[in-house]
């Protein structure tokens, strides 16, 4: 039995259950620079650094992406309300699902797989990779799924542009290879990704 015991706490140690989850600080909905100054400042990067975002711009960012602003809604429209777009992050340390709700990155693979997210060189050293996954059987159709990646990406476009952060949306990664990283469902399917970081 105390061997038992010896064995889960080894285990524990080697795969801690908290690196699992990253709880989000409560995002700051109060803050940032006026729409029209954000909106003059809203364009595309591709010259990153490498220098990790805070923990409270990762909760800041993924909220303005796709985050829940009332009880049951979000700061992006969908069509009939169907919510069907999930978001996935890539950080150093992992893959993780965005889980709205908790507001908290829940880790579904350990690991840096940046670089499987894009064939852009800087894909795999930003500090974050956003991946946008579309429920297809919940959408109300593929037309209103791609529409709605639109107003998520969008939303991060406008944060970025607030917080002084780069960004680029990418069509270009490799839908098949991310579906099986992610382990998705045939219905579930991977339509945009987005690279977010410190310009150089
Ligand atoms: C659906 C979509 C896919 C895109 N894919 C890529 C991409 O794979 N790589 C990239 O560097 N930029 C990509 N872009 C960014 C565009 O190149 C960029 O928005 C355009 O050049 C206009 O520049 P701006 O965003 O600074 O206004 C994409 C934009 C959209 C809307």
Request: net charge neutral; glycine share 6%; hydrophobic share 40%.
């Amino acid at each position: 039995m105390n061997k038992l015991f010896l064995l889960l706490f080894i285990s524990l140690m080697v795969h801690p259950l908290a690196s699992q989850e990253i709880k989000l600080p409560v995002a700051d909905r109060e803050g940032g620079k006026p729409l029209m100054e954000v909106l003059s400042n809203r364009k595309s990067d591709r010259n990153f650094q490498e220098k990790e975002l805070t923990l409270q711009q990762l909760s800041n960012l993924l909220w303005a992406a796709n985050g829940f602003n009332r009880d049951d809604k979000r700061t992006a429209p969908t069509a009939n309300n169907r919510q069907e777009l999930e978001l996935y992050v890539t950080l150093k340390s992992g893959i993780y699902f965005y889980d709205a709700s908790n507001h908290l990155l829940r880790m579904i693979k350990e690991g840096d797989h940046r670089k499987s997210t894009g064939m852009q060189d800087f894909a795999a050293f930003v500090p974050l990779n956003v991946i946008f996954v579309s429920d297809l059987e919940k959408a109300s159709s593929e037309h209103y799924a791609y529409t709605g990646c639109g107003y998520v990406s969008q939303n991060i476009y406008l944060y970025c542009a607030s917080e002084g952060l780069g960004t680029v949306v990418r069509g270009s990664f490799n839908k098949e290879e991310l579906a099986k990283l992610l382990n998705l469902p045939p219905h579930q399917q991977v339509l945009l990704t987005q690279s977010v970081g410190y310009i150089k």
